[in-house]
DNA sequence: TCATTACAAGTGTGATCACAAATCAAAAAT
DNA sequence: ATTTTTGATTTGTGATCACACTTGTAATGA
């Protein structure tokens, strides 16, 4: 083996160095196209081509359609009969059965995750809630992107506490999934005088650091059902008018 | 549009053809490592190369690395490091993961289930389990591929009453990524007399035709763990010896 | 005899090309 | 004016190739 040869010589400086990690091209996009569907960058029933894609990522098409591929399997994207793939477009169903795995899902990890967590994570936690709040106190004009990566990461600093590598990149799908739902939720709310969301995310830590999974499972649910229902009101409101005129 | 011109001038027999899904080599390659990996043809820990696949599928390397790549998402599979991937090895850890999303998911789906199903449809699941049953009467030397397959065909037919559809690729995910695990259950459940999976069955049919959402999960739940449990018990056990060694 | 090096075979990744199917636009016919 | 047809462009799919990296093996050194 070469490469220990070289190291074992100077180990203390090999302690200090991370491996670096090769990622692909493929990685690359693919990273790139999850980021901009769980933020909602594309529009539901918007249809992507790997060429286009491709010349907006500045590559080839493989390493797009591979991408593609791997993200109409978890369902993120949608392939048409016609072979051509879109992000799926929003249905009441669709959205009430997402809410439903959601909570079931998400709401176990964070039951397990309050079982789990050491009081030095849930400051951690914490600490992430303060920065941002005054991170947001800071700017008055609001910054949906900022603020749905925030939330993003508040709700996935949790779910790895959880411990289960089956149960994690579920949720990550759900995300994936929901993406272009909440964008549009999110627009509405920005539109309509929005609530605060950090209400919901102070119960969800007074609960973790009580360890009360209960508690948890119930903050939690409520916060990710408030954008589910504000679009749903939204959604039948405008389909009555609809059916009015 | 020209199809619908050509086809305008006779209906009635446009009515009775079912679209004639154009699938490609990609989609061949994937549903047949699919396959394999619910069934279990795959050892743990088994590396799978791209160029090897390709031989053994008769087709070129193009279909095979996509498909490859699909799988990886969901878990099926795993990249190791070296960019190689291979089928992911069992450890206890990872089977109790497993276990406890399949018990959450695939109860709540049948507990769904159990409230959705119309009685047609229950009775279609029984017919189906009876022509198991005098089929298995027939063969005295049991097909441990035929039982895998015929388990499988039983357990969808439940959750597709569902009606969710982000429940059942879940579900499907789980299932890949169990797969292996169960193949070595089974043949370890054949070495050691098996108990009757037959019975579990039969209570679960009976908890739908009854509309009890929460014997069914209760009946679901005791037919799944059994394998898992078994398997534990074997692994341990094992563990145990080699640590006296 | 053992460790190290050098070479060869194998493997994944990305780019490019050929081909078939789909889409779109203009031209032709009714 | 509307519909149909025709042709050109775009798109996804599969195959092949070049390159970089890894792995395994034989040759060389101590």
New binding site residues.
């Given amino acids: ?2 490469k220990t ?1 070289v190291v074992k010589s100077n180990d203390p400086i090999a302690a200090q160095l991370a491996p670096v990690g ?8 693919y990273l790139e196209l999850r980021r901009a569907l769980i933020g909602g960058l594309f529009e539901p029933s918007q ?6 894609l ?1 010349d907006a990522l500045m ?5 797009v ?2 991408a ?2 791997r993200l109409i399997t978890e369902k993120a994207l949608e ?7 879109r992000v799926p477009p929003i249905t009441l169903e669709r959205m009430d059965d997402l809410l439903r795995a959601r909570i079931l899902i998400e709401g176990e990890a964070i039951a397990l995750a309050a079982t789990r967590m050491a009081s030095r994570q849930v400051s951690v936690i914490e600490s992430m809630l303060s920065e941002w709040d005054e991170m947001r106190a800071l700017k008055l004009k609001k910054d949906v992107d900022r603020e749905v990566t925030l939330n993003q990461s508040f709700h996935f600093e949790i779910y790895r506490a959880c411990g289960s590598a089956v149960l994690i990149p579920m949720i990550e799908s759900l995300w994936l999934q929901s993406g272009p739902c909440i964008r549009v939720a999110i627009y509405a709310f920005s539109e309509a005088g929005e609530v605060d969301t950090a209400h919901f995310h102070r119960s969800i830590v007074a609960a973790l650091s009580a360890q009360d999974a209960t508690a948890a499972r119930e903050a939690l649910i409520a916060d990710i059902s408030r954008p589910f229902n504000f679009l749903r009101n939204k959604l039948q409101s405008e389909a009555a008018s609809k059916g009015m005129s």
């Fill in positions: 083996m070469q040869a090769r990622e692909t091209v493929q990685d690359r996009v249809v992507l081509t790997i060429r286009g491709a590559t080839s098409t493989m390493p359609r591979e593609l591929g392939a048409l009969p016609n072979r051509s793939v």
